[in-house]
């Protein structure tokens, strides 16, 4: 059964830069099957999608958070990783990671969704 | 932007009710349009791909409907452990960019 772990500093400083590893068991984050992803949730709030990587290593990011934003997989650890530059508070959030699989519809047309996520960790933007 | 919009934001039933969600896409997002639901402190979880397709293991109950801009998600008869929040999520432009409804938080009446 795969399963997702996010792991990373619970506080980071204002301006400073905020790094997570994703790390995945159970499967193999190199596979072309899946793509992996991003998300985050400010607390009391909706999720807001940051960013996915596809196999070969493409990456698209949400427009609001390009500029700051780098996500990369390490395939020999079996991790994907969030780094985020220039944090403020407005980033405080639990950050989830997910997978992303292919789906076929009734129609047999491809389609997409994130069928297993990790449990999340809350990160906290504060000097 | 794609952006999405959900309705409502909140809703209350009771157990044994039937209740329906809707979601609307600012542009035609053909089906490409998927479900979650999340309980509290936990993490969303998938129920619904290609906007009526369920996901293996999800009950029966659920049911997702809809093409184009307008999309519902009902559920026939509520059981206790479905009081939690639902999201819809596009993937129209895929894989360049997605997003999320703001959620609709169903509570016990």
């Known amino acids: 059964q795969l399963q997702l772990q996010e792991s990373g500093p619970g506080l980071v400083k204002p301006s400073e830069t905020l790094s997570l590893t994703c790390t995945v068991s159970?499967?193999?984050?190199?596979?072309?099957?899946?793509?992996w992803g991003w998300i985050r949730q400010p607390p009391g709030k909706g999720l807001e999608w940051i960013g996915n990587?596809?196999?070969?290593?493409?990456?698209y990011y949400n427009p609001s958070l390009k500029s700051r934003v780098i996500i990369s997989v390490d395939t020999s650890k079996n991790q994907l990783s969030l780094t985020l530059t220039s944090v403020t508070a407005a980033d405080t959030a639990v950050y989830f990671c997910?997978?992303?699989?292919?789906?076929?519809?009734?129609?047999?047309?491809?389609?997409?969704?994130?069928?297993?996520w990790g449990q999340g960790t809350m990160v906290t933007v504060s000097s | 932007d794609i952006q999405m919009t959900q309705s409502p934001s909140s809703l209350s039933a009771s157990v044994g009710d039937r209740v329906t969600i809707t979601c609307r896409a600012s542009?035609?997002?053909?089906?490409?349009l998927n479900w979650y639901q999340q309980r509290p402190g936990k993490a969303p979880k998938l129920l619904i791909y290609?906007?009526?397709t369920l996901q293996s293991g999800v009950p029966s109950r659920f049911s997702g409907s809809g093409s184009g801009t307008d999309f519902a998600l009902t559920i026939s008869s509520l059981q206790p452990e479905d009081f939690a929040t639902y999201y819809c999520?596009?993937?129209?432009?895929?894989?360049?960019?997605?997003?999320f409804g703001q959620g609709t938080k169903l509570e016990i009446k």
């Open positions: 997910a997978r992303g699989m292919y789906f076929y519809d009734s129609s047999l047309l491809k389609r997409d969704a994130f069928d297993i």
């Open positions: 159970g499967g193999s984050i190199g596979s072309s099957s899946y793509y």
């Open positions: 990587i596809y196999y070969g290593g493409s990456t």
């Open positions: 542009q035609n997002i053909r089906n490409y």
């Open positions: 290609a906007a009526s």
């Open positions: 999520q596009q993937g129209y432009n895929t894989p360049r960019s997605f997003s």
